[in-house]
């Protein structure tokens, strides 16, 4: 696997949106690998959305994805240490609001519809389904 050094800028940069910190914070809590179906449903953002978003973290080197048949599985990267640590920083920040938890709620919730630990149901949530 090549690596690609991003200027510590870039990631911090990606992180000002809260949707991207939402993702971040989610996989960083649960250190768990989720698909996009898996965020709709937990985050109950709409799919080209988050597409976006996962796309942007891709880039700057924060998350990398695995395509496993038609189901992409995106996690955080650990190295170089300083990412690790980042992590580790944003899974702490406060949640005043709550929207942190009641993301992590629903994942978890969506986590019991996995088939032999992989996502296999598309989108659940009705009002973000795609026709």
């Known amino acids: 696997m090549q690596v690609i050094e991003v200027p510590i800028e870039d990631i911090f940069q990606a992180l000002c949106d809260r949707t991207r910190l939402r993702i ?4 960083a809590t649960t250190q768990e690998e989720a698909c996009l179906c898996e965020l709709v449903d937990s985050l109950l953002e709409p799919q080209y959305k988050l597409s976006r978003h ?3 973290l891709r880039q700057v080197g924060l ?3 695995e395509k496993e048949g038609r189901w992409v599985y995106h996690h955080l990267v650990s190295e170089p240490k300083h990412l690790k640590m980042l992590s580790k920083l944003i899974a702490t920040l406060p949640d005043d609001e709550s929207i ?5 709620e629903r994942f978890n919730e969506r986590l019991c519809h996995r088939e032999e630990g992989r996502c296999r149901v598309g989108v659940l949530t009705k009002s973000l389904k795609t026709a």
């Open 100 to 104: 942190y938890g009641d993301d992590a």
């Open 54 to 56: 996962l796309k942007v």
């Open 63 to 65: 998350l990398t994805a």
């Open 24 to 27: 971040v914070r989610l996989l």
